[in-house]
């Protein structure tokens, strides 16, 4: 395998290739996603909803983002995986943030980390990149500051947040930022932006005009369903293949069909 790498990333944007990006939490979902190519694994905090249950982002801990990380590093022969920082450890200060950053490169084996925001987090950003750290930028919907926004609409959709947008976009990229993911905002907005700077634009909810697209595995696989916003496409209906395995298997045992005689010694 030849490992995908930050620089193999910007190269794929300049050669006009689309990079495909996919979560992963555990190791078993990230030996399929990284043996079908996929370019980019990403620990997504997504974790404390789709793994946890939380209704946001917002509880999961750096141990557990650890936790999650360390096993999908043990299935990725060839992406690269991404671990988001989680909420509270980067924040309030760019040394925390460093901290953070080294605990999950170190404890993992990841090869780069995720954080939300622009210019709030500008020095925090710094700091990781000069330690030697490979950051990834997140702007637009960015649920980690879920109670500031109050929804999970579009947004951007405003000149002047979709300008602090393409400012902020402008400085991830300076400060030498990979990549940036932009969730949920204009796709008009998200090609823009993707022409404006020179490193990969990987969308969720920002249209075809970006340089790659990402999803949450579980919503792709249809395991989740209850969570439809237009930019899913689901590829399978695994909630329903799945209960209905597991409603034949109750059957068969209460049946006493399972074990027959060639299942058992
Ligand atoms: O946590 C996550 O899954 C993400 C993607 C949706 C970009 O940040
Ligand atoms: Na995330």
Do not use: W
């Amino acid at each position: 395998y030849k490992r995908v790498t930050v620089k193999s990333l910007i190269e794929m944007k300049q050669n006009g290739e689309k990079i495909s990006m996919l979560t992963s939490y555990d190791y078993s979902m990230a030996k399929i996603v990284d043996a079908a190519n996929v370019d980019v694994i990403l620990v997504g905090d997504s974790a404390s909803n789709v793994i946890a249950g939380h209704e946001t982002t917002l509880p999961i801990t750096l141990d557990q983002m650890i936790y999650h990380a360390s096993s999908v590093v043990r299935a990725a022969k060839r992406a690269l995986v991404v671990v988001d920082i989680p909420f509270g450890s980067y924040q309030s200060d760019s040394k925390e943030a460093l901290r953070s950053a080294i605990r999950i490169m170190k404890e993992s084996g990841a090869h780069a980390v995720k954080v939300e925001g622009g210019s709030e987090i500008k020095e925090s950003v710094k700091r990781i990149i000069g330690a030697g750290i490979p950051v990834m930028g997140h702007l637009g919907l960015t649920p980690q500051s879920i109670y500031k926004f109050g929804t999970y609409t579009v947004r951007a959709k405003e000149e002047q947040e979709a300008q602090k947008l393409k400012e902020d976009a402008k400085m991830l990229e300076k400060l030498g930022c990979f990549g940036i993911v932009l969730e949920k905002i204009p796709a008009k907005l998200a090609q823009e932006v993707a022409q404006s700077v020179s490193i990969p634009i990987i969308g969720i909810g920002a249209g075809n005009g970006v340089d790659g697209q990402v999803l949450v595995v579980h919503d792709l696989l249809g395991m989740t369903h209850e969570f439809n916003p237009r930019f899913l496409r689901r590829y399978m209906n695994l909630y329903e293949e799945m209960s209905n395995a597991i409603s034949q298997y109750v059957g068969d045992v209460k049946s006493r069909d399972f074990p027959n005689e060639e299942e058992q010694y």
